[in-house]
């Protein structure tokens, strides 16, 4: 489909779902020459709700002894983000001195990201790195290195591969961009 509507909105196509999984492979070949034949276990930590397709995906060509991990936060409502952070769910994991893999859906501002990053740090792990599937480099804010970066894609509202707009669209294989 060339063109989607979704709740009020339309969108049409911007990645098809072959570029996504491409971009995804060469990603997780980049943490396998990082990761493989170290001793200890990396934990991937996933940020629900948008980043689930992509971690699924991700695990699926990691080739080192890891775990995997979920919390959930939320800074969005609607096409616009809410300028807030909120924590949904908490960290239960043993974090002390463990390589963090935080998987992200996208980064814009990096608002999200930065408040999980001052949040682990409190448990005194070994190293965090970030892989995100998307970044919106002309928003991006911060000055925290994002080590893993699939796509970069510019400054729009976008839906699908785990990406919703009110809650609808996660489930698209493709990723669409909202329509003016």
Known sequence: MDTIKVHDKTFRLMLHNAEIERAISDLATKINDDFCGQQTVPLFLSVLNGSFMFAAQLMKHIRFPC????????????????????????????????????????????????????????????????????????????????????????????????????GLGRNLGDIYTLIK
């Open 67 to 166: 775990e995997i991990s979920f919390v959930k936060l939320a800074s969005y409502h609607g096409e616009h983000s809410t300028g807030n952070v909120t924590e949904l769910i908490g960290l239960s994991d043993i974090l002390i001195d463990r390589d963090i893999i935080v998987v992200e859906d996208i980064v814009d501002t990096g608002k999200t990201y930065g408040t999980l990053l001052e949040t682990l740090k409190r448990y005194s792990p070994k190293s965090v790195k970030l892989a995100t599937l998307l970044l919106k480099p002309d928003v991006y804010q911060k000055e925290y290195t994002l080590d893993y970066v699939a796509l970069r894609i510019p400054n729009n509202f976008i839906i699908g591969y785990g990406l919703d707009y009110n």
